[in-house]
């Protein structure tokens, strides 16, 4: 789907598979992934009878074929599924009817070294030509190598130590980012000259020789030609690889592809300070409808709103019918079930006009679960959320830090979450002002520190939705340092309201300052970020760009957790040639 404009493109089609109702098709169809971005895809599927019966696009009632089933679904679904893989049901005209299922697999399309990985490696000289003759020594070379790339240039990428008086030297490590050497493709040539270090004159050759980058990798012999020589090919010895490494940094879709699954955790300020849900300035307001149902907000069984009539006249039950999504059935567009009437149809959301769903009764607490949660749950496997409140009054009228949403800690997907944030509205009243943030940080660590033995491929994000700024200032900073050290990210979104100033959220603006200088009471620093503050005022922002602010951070700091404690991705294992190591471990002292 074209973000501008909210209309999917055309990306392509299948080969034909003919009278098979379990085909494998093998032709990849390309697009380029963005990670910060939602990304949907929708899929399909036509029964066609002849193969140049295919249709470039399918519209209803067409001639060329029958509609068997279409899907719509994320990109970051299918990269977010173990080995990329994801499979979803199909649907059509009939609601709940069986239409099959379809798979996708994702594929990354980039050579078997990335540019930005990094080559280490220890050469050899093997019976290397001696330069040197006098009648006091024995002859020899005071050795060194020099590492070029051949093209676009013959920029030197290395040079090695000189061995003085030695024709068999083991040359120390050296390192060359393929960026530099090959671009990234180890069919690309290099070259290397082996020469005799001269202190009264210019450097003598030995040999040189040209070869693919891939041998570097090997320990094959690579022999070394001395053109200065007549007839210009006298051998001079050779090289050999006596170690190498590839060091790479992990991306996130490398952990994915493993089977990694996020789990989320929500934590809703119920303070007094957000006012009085009866009072429509409240956050917690329930009286009206916030504009602007987006398509991303628009899960099942959430209930919406219509504007004005438009197309249908009064077919849906008319201006302010209460409806349940039943699905997205288009660009932009989602089925209806309106619950004052027998009728379903299909209404617009996203451009935020006068005719386009709402949803109904829908606060800014309401709207900002539906747009975090939306995003982070495509990378969630199980869609567990763990939904917590706090700063209200529960056990015999003492206010709470952290408190279970509903009978249930943990809910299914977004609308799990919405149930159970409107049970707790009903059974849960408002605590005194100020807000105590290390008991909720210190459950989620409590949770990783159980699960992190057994369940290595699980990570955790936090999400604090709150009104105001963090009260118990160092005991949350001694809380979020010892979360640096476990599977843990934390997003705070501050959710302004009317008449706040620059100092509402001046604790969490020093918190997560970008320097990680924080420190508990015990001088312990952060081992790495894990807090990402997000200030969202009276005008939300756009979901694509709430998307790309929450997403950027957290894949950095996921990453930076594994790297941190040398977990490999798995899928590198299905390489054993190269052996990648992570880039971010690699030893200072082995410079």
Not at 217 to 239: Q, S
Not at 460 to 487: F, K, M, N
């Amino acid at each position: 789907m074209d973000g501008r404009s909210g209309l999917f493109q055309r990306l392509g089609e299948t080969e034909w598979i003919k009278n098979n109702a379990n085909p494998e098709f093998t032709k990849e169809l390309e697009l380029n992934y963005v990670f910060e971005k939602k990304q949907h895809l929708r899929i399909t599927v036509l029964d066609v009878d002849n193969a140049d019966q295919v249709p470039k696009e399918y519209t209803p009632n067409m001639a060329e074929g029958d509609l068997l089933g279409r899907m719509e679904l994320t990109v970051a679904e299918i990269m977010g599924g173990k080995d990329w893989t994801v499979t979803r049901k199909l649907t059509a005209q009939v609601l709940n009817k069986d239409y099959g299922t379809v798979t996708i697999m994702g594929l990354k399309l980039e050579d078997s070294v990335r540019s930005d990985d990094l080559l280490v490696f220890q050469l050899n000289g093997i019976e290397l030509a001696a330069k040197d003759h006098n009648v006091f020594t024995k002859a020899s070379s005071d050795s060194f190598f020099t590492l070029s790339r051949v093209l676009p240039d013959r920029k030197e990428l290395c040079t090695s130590e000189v061995h003085n008086q030695e024709l068999n030297p083991k040359w120390k490590e050296q390192r060359v980012n393929f960026s530099e050497l090959c671009g990234g493709d180890l069919r690309r040539d290099v070259r290397i000259d082996v020469s005799d270090k001269d202190s009264m004159t210019q450097a003598d050759p030995i040999g040189l020789a040209v070869f693919p980058v891939e041998r570097l990798l090997t320990k094959d012999l690579i022999t070394l030609i001395d053109y200065k020589v007549p007839p210009r090919d006298i051998k001079a010895g050779f090289v050999q690889t006596r170690e190498s490494a590839v060091y790479r940094t992990p991306t996130f879709m490398d952990y994915m592809a493993d089977g990694l699954d996020v789990e989320l955790v929500f934590a809703i300020d119920f303070t007094k300070s957000n006012g009085d849900p009866a009072d429509p300035s409240s956050l917690h307001s329930r009286v009206g409808s916030a504009a602007g149902l987006t398509i991303e907000e628009a899960i099942p069984g959430l209930k919406v709103v219509r504007g004005p009539n438009w197309k249908w006249d009064d077919q849906d039950g008319g201006f302010g019918c209460v409806g349940e999504v039943v699905g997205p059935v288009g660009d932009n567009w989602v089925s209806v079930q309106w619950l004052d009437s027998r009728f379903s149809n299909s209404y617009r959301c996203g451009a935020e006009g006068e005719f386009d769903l709402s949803p109904h009764n829908t606060n800014r607490y309401q709207k900002a679960m539906m747009g975090v949660a939306s995003t982070l749950m495509d990378f969630s496997k199980e869609k567990i959320i763990h939904a917590y409140g706090f700063g209200g009054k529960v056990d015999e009228g003492k206010t709470s830090f952290s408190f279970p949403l509903s009978r249930d800690v943990t809910v299914t997907g977004v609308k799990g979450l919405l149930d159970a944030y409107e049970q707790a509205m009903t059974n849960i009243s408002f605590g005194e002002s100020g807000t105590m943030m290390a008991e909720i940080v210190n459950r989620v660590v409590g949770l990783a520190k159980e699960t992190v033995q057994n369940h290595p491929q699980k990570y955790y994000v936090l999400v604090i939705l709150s009104d105001g700024d963090v009260d118990d200032i160092q005991d949350t900073i001694d809380a979020i340092v010892a979360a640096s050290d476990l599977p843990i990210s934390i997003i705070t979104v501050g959710l302004t309201a009317p008449g706040h100033s620059e100092e509402t959220y001046a604790n969490w603006r020093v918190i997560d300052d970008g320097t990680m200088s924080i420190k508990d009471r015990s001088g312990k620093v952060l081992d790495r970020d894990t807090v990402n503050f997000i200030e969202i005022d009276e005008v939300n922002k756009k979901s694509d760009e709430l998307t790309e602010i929450i997403l950027h951070e957290f894949k950095q700091q996921l990453v930076q957790h594994f790297t941190l404690k040398n977990i490999r991705p798995k899928i590198w294992e299905n390489d054993p040639v190269h052996n990648y190591r992570i880039l971010q471990n690699i030893h200072p002292a082995e410079a």
